[in-house]
């Protein structure tokens, strides 16, 4: 357990490294939540308080007219633990954006502890994200003429799918905003329950939801599976067979991090899905109704 002087060195790292940051990157740095920024300088001026929200941010690395964005994420003892970090781009395809981020997980493990480090990560991007694009732009017409071939041949067979998606935690924003817009672009519903633990639930056609999954789990995460998979072959009329009319997300705070499981339980049971509370957790679900 962290003293709060420790904390407090560690949070004036931070603030300091992203200034740092914000003078080379004006334009290009988001801080995903100013008002987490504001509470991380309180407690440095006073540590006599709750601890703040991890901060968030985001970098834009222009590279040859394209773009890939850094999600930076920093835990409370940072740099002292390593940072969640994620890298994606619009013209990156699936497979080499895992890769790319499959290599800079790699980089942030061999990174001295206790010392910054994003400021490197940004220049290992800058020398080395291109080939990864390069590498999309190959693949591109092949993946579209596949993309359309299996398009052609299934479009008489309509699976539906409800994924239900189990993570530790759900507490960043970006995460938070992509999900929610990857659900919105493929036709998905369900929700998106942030906070500890965190639950994604997408229902829809069986390759809408699978796409989604496939870009869900190459973010960087504590931990993310799918713990139930509900399928119905041939189904006639997809929209039928949703359980929610679109997606949103929810939370059920007890404290600032964690979700009350009695209030899931309840959601879930309003939309008849409180079989999925035990493949989710483990245990048989039980709540008790308050009489009027």
């Known amino acids: 357990m962290s003293t709060p002087e420790e904390v407090t060195e560690s949070l004036t790292t931070q603030v300091n490294e992203l200034q740092a940051l914000q003078s080379v990157y004006p334009t290009e740095l ?16 006073c540590p006599d308080r709750d601890l703040p929200r991890w901060l968030e941010y985001a970098i834009t690395i222009p590279l040859n007219g394209e773009n890939i964005e850094l999600l930076v994420t920093l835990p409370t ?11 994606r781009g619009s013209s990156l395809d699936r497979t080499q954006q895992c ?29 080395n994200a291109e080939v990864y694009l390069k590498a999309s732009t190959c693949n591109q017409v092949k ?23 189990y993570s530790h935690h759900i507490y960043s924003k970006f995460k938070r905003r992509d999900v929610a817009n990857l659900a919105k672009e493929n036709s998905i519903t369900g929700f ?5 633990p965190g639950i994604i639930c997408m229902e829809g056609t069986l390759d809408d939801c699978e796409y989604c999954w496939q870009k869900i789990k190459t973010m960087n995460w504590h931990k993310i599976l799918v713990k ?16 929610f009319t679109d997606f949103q997300e929810v939370s059920f705070p007890t404290t600032e991090r964690h979700n009350d499981m009695g209030q899931l339980l309840k959601y879930l049971t ?21 009489s009027n």
């Not at 988001?30 to 001026?45: K, M, P, Q, S, W």
């Not at 400021?119 to 800058?126: A, D, K, P, V």
């Open 30 to 45: 988001t801080v995903a939540d100013h008002g987490v920024l504001a509470d991380i300088n309180e407690y440095i001026e």
């Open 99 to 127: 890769l790319l981020n499959k290599e800079l997980s790699a980089i942030v493990e061999v990174q001295e502890t206790g010392e910054p480090c994003i400021y490197t990560l940004i220049s290992w991007l800058q020398d």
């Open 77 to 87: 003892n940072y740099p002292k633990k390593q940072p969640e970090i994620y890298a």
């Open 228 to 243: 139930l998979l509900e399928k119905e072959k041939d189904c006639n009329d997809v929209d039928s067979m949703r359980k």
């Open 270 to 290: 309003d939309h008849d899905c409180q079989h999925a509370f035990k493949e989710l957790f483990g245990i048989e679900g039980k709540f008790s109704k308050l």
């Open 192 to 196: 998106c329950l942030a906070g500890k």
């Open 143 to 165: 993946h579209n003429r596949l993309a359309n071939r299996t398009s052609t041949e299934d479009q008489t067979a309509m699976d539906f799918s409800r994924y239900w998606i």
